[in-house]
């Protein structure tokens, strides 16, 4: 679908053309293609702070932030300081160094039940690790995923998933076979009727694995009965509780989303603002757990790159700023007014529109009713959403290409930032 635009795409349209040779689709995510918004993706020549810039020269507040990491701004002084002085002593060596104890101890003092964690390159490694942990721990097979929750793209997770299949309206994937996918049962997020259900019938479940805010379907959140409702059944059934929080870990407060939220989760996974930006997941839990995960137990997990050095620096810098300013009051006033601005622009036009949001996490649905579930989401109008993404560009904003994906706040906005933003956001819709 090729549209008009008043920006010069010149540079992109070309990089884009080139790509397609050699890159599937020209991305390496498929969620980067703008398959659900139509036109070409932008090619990005840099960022600095808040800003983006594509090979055209058109600059962006940008609200995507490498979906997530950049939480604390593009080029970060601290961030790069590290990172240059680490690069000079050595890029990878298969060896334990320092760098890793160290983000080992901040990223377990941040968490108050997980004695250990592993890092590993990415957040699919984590969850799917965390899968394999919590069989070896309980013995048990099954595993109870939600609707419209993503985890990565590891096999047995590829079942009802949202972010880039619920934007490419995928069900599943090519290539999933029956048995990887047979021990995977789906519930509805907030419906914890349908967790019971599946306890009811299944004696062999290992774990239930939830985003504690979901952030692939856009940003939904947990009610107080689901959460209490997910402790509950973990407890009375001896069911692992694994908190997938990629997305949200140090993103709503500095851990995890579960300690706002009451939830006793057993395995913890974590990816995106924990490596800064550069290949960093990990999972973690009390140490009867880890202490499963070879050398110790028999549940083998391994990586060339984990903890790689030059990305634990990124990760560290990462968490010694965030750790330094806590800017969670600030993400949340910075949303809040967001949200209020959104709404009262949308109602002004009348326009119906629905905003969530947590923490540093927002994001707006066309569509008159809370968003509660993945069926909500899914009857927003992407179509609409599609006009109002590229309305939203020309006015210099960046959002993730799919109305299923989460808009993530950093620390270098500001109140004039807020305004352009809402003055772009008033235009496009
Ligand atoms: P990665 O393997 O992409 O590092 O992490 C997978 C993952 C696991 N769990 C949650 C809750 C996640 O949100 C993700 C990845 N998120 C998507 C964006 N919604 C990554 C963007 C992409 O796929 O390009």
Request: hydrophobic share 40%.
């Amino acid at each position: 679908m090729n549209k008009v635009f008043k920006m010069n795409l010149e540079q992109s349209n070309k990089l884009y053309n080139r790509s397609l040779k050699y890159l599937v689709g020209g991305v390496n995510s498929p969620v980067r293609a703008f398959k659900s918004v139509g036109g070409n993706p932008l090619f990005i020549s840099h960022a600095k702070g808040s800003h983006i810039y594509d090979v055209d020269g058109n600059e962006y507040i940008d609200y995507v932030l490498s979906y997530g990491p950049m939480i604390i701004g593009h080029v970060h002084p601290h961030v790069q300081e590290t990172v240059v002085k680490t690069l000079e002593k050595g890029y990878s060596f298969g060896a334990t160094a320092e760098l890793e104890v160290m983000l080992a101890e901040k990223v377990c003092a941040a968490f108050e039940n997980m004695d250990k964690v592993r890092f590993v390159n990415s957040g699919t490694e984590a969850v799917m690790s965390a899968i394999r942990l919590a069989r070896a721990y309980t013995k048990k097979n099954k595993i109870i995923k939600f609707a419209g929750c993503y985890h990565g793209h590891s096999d047995a997770l590829l079942v009802a998933a949202g972010s880039g299949l619920a934007t490419l309206s995928m069900p599943g994937s090519g290539g999933v076979t029956e048995g990887s996918v047979k021990n995977t049962l789906v519930a509805n997020y907030n419906d914890l009727a349908s967790v019971e259900q599946l306890v009811a019938d299944h004696e062999d479940i290992a774990a239930i694995f939830l985003e504690p805010i979901a952030g692939n379907m856009g940003v939904v959140l947990p009610t107080d009965e689901f959460i209490q409702g997910l402790n509950r059944i973990g407890k009375e059934h001896g069911i692992l509780i694994v908190a997938d929080e990629v997305m949200t870990g140090f993103r709503s407060c500095y851990g995890g989303a579960q300690r706002l939220l009451g939830l006793h989760s057993d395995i913890t996974c974590l990816g995106k603002v924990v490596g800064g930006g550069f290949p960093v997941g990990a999972y973690g839990a009390r140490e009867e757990i880890m202490n499963c995960v070879a050398p110790l137990g028999d549940m083998y997990q391994a990586g060339t790159l984990s903890g790689n050095p030059v990305a634990m620096a990124g990760g560290m810098a990462t968490l010694e700023v965030l750790e330094k300013e806590n800017p969670y009051d600030f993400f949340d006033d910075y949303a809040k007014k967001m949200q209020e601005g959104m709404l009262s622009i949308a109602n002004e036009k009348g326009v119906p529109l629905n905003v969530n949001r947590f923490g540093s996490m927002i994001n707006p649905f066309f569509s008159e009713k809370e968003i509660l579930n993945y069926e909500d989401a899914k009857s927003c109008d992407t179509e609409k959403f599609a006009d109002f993404f590229w309305k939203l560009l020309e006015g210099g904003i960046y959002i993730p290409p799919s109305q299923f994906e989460a808009w993530f706040l950093n620390t270098q906005l500001n109140d004039s930032k807020l305004n352009q933003t809402l003055e772009a956001f008033s235009k496009a819709v």
